[in-house]
């Protein structure tokens, strides 16, 4: 009996109306296949259809052309196999720690005496067991981006979507929360679609890294194993010669698009 695939884009294109009547491709021909257990990292250019290509899995966005699939299963409307981590917090400040986890089952139903135990427990379990009756502004930026993963994890998802959930950290803070990451995801190994503009997050953390051409119509143009052991420890990781090899051979590719990205860019402004 074959394992089915969590998530798979066939020739996903992505189009958008604009107001003058034109339309703008954002993503075309996207093919992308994510495994059960696996975490696969998607890398590319400011601007070149990571996030986009994180929404269509969401069900947030209709690709124009092409198909996605969750379980083997057309996707038609939300991923309610989804959980969705964001790079902003998504916190409620006027609600502790643990009623902000425990809302993510309460509005499944579970009752809040059921809920708020739960709710402790997956505290604990990002480090955080003695804040639970702090606010969001009372906590720092690292230990509410713990807060918003235990929200996320308690609902127990099946598939883990991540938009730079870690950009706005600190470097140090950054590799504190990668490990604290993947010894979640080692208990249960969900399907997780990782989306970063950090070359070296994506090899220390992921199975599969995938980059994406600069738009508009990007691409995927390139779809690499990371072959270092598991478990890793993020510190550790970026010292092993494998790493470095990898980052070399990858960001061969990547650097061009975040060239071609960024002279885009300017040419936009200049014509501004």
């Not at 992308?32 to 250019?45: K, R």
């Not at 995927?220 to 072959?227: H, M």
């Amino acid at each position: 009996m074959t394992t089915p695939t969590a998530v798979a884009l066939e020739d996903a294109k992505v189009a958008f109306h604009l107001r003058d009547g034109r339309v703008y491709t954002a993503v075309e021909k996207a093919h992308l296949t994510v495994a059960q257990g696996e975490f696969v990292a998607i890398v590319g250019p400011t601007g070149c259809g990571k996030s986009t290509l994180l929404n269509v899995a969401a069900g947030l966005l209709k690709p124009a052309a092409g198909s996605v699939r969750i379980f083997d299963q057309p996707l038609a409307g939300l991923n309610r196999d989804a959980g969705y981590l964001f790079q902003s917090d998504a916190l409620f400040p006027w609600k502790t720690a643990l009623d902000n986890v425990a809302i993510g089952l309460e509005i499944k139903g579970t009752p809040r005496s059921e809920a708020l135990p739960r709710a402790q427990q997956w505290l604990t379990s990002v480090g955080l067991g003695a804040f639970a009756g702090r606010y969001p502004h009372m906590l720092s930026g690292g230990q509410r981006k713990r807060v918003a993963l235990a929200q996320v994890l308690i609902r127990d998802p099946k598939i883990l979507l991540m938009d730079e959930p870690f950009g706005p950290l600190d470097a140090q803070t950054r590799q504190v929360m990668g490990n604290l990451l993947l010894d979640l995801w080692n208990a249960d190994r969900k399907a997780v679609l990782f989306v970063t503009h950090d070359l070296e997050e994506a090899i220390a953390l992921a199975d599969r890294v995938v980059i994406m051409s600069a738009g508009p119509s990007s691409r995927i143009i390139g779809d690499w194993r990371v072959r270092l052991p598991r478990p890793r420890d993020i510190f550790e990781v970026r010292l092993d010669k494998e790493f470095h090899s990898l980052h070399r051979e990858i960001w061969g590719v990547l650097k061009d698009e975040v060239m071609k990205g960024y002279m885009q860019s300017t040419q936009a402004a200049e014509a501004v």
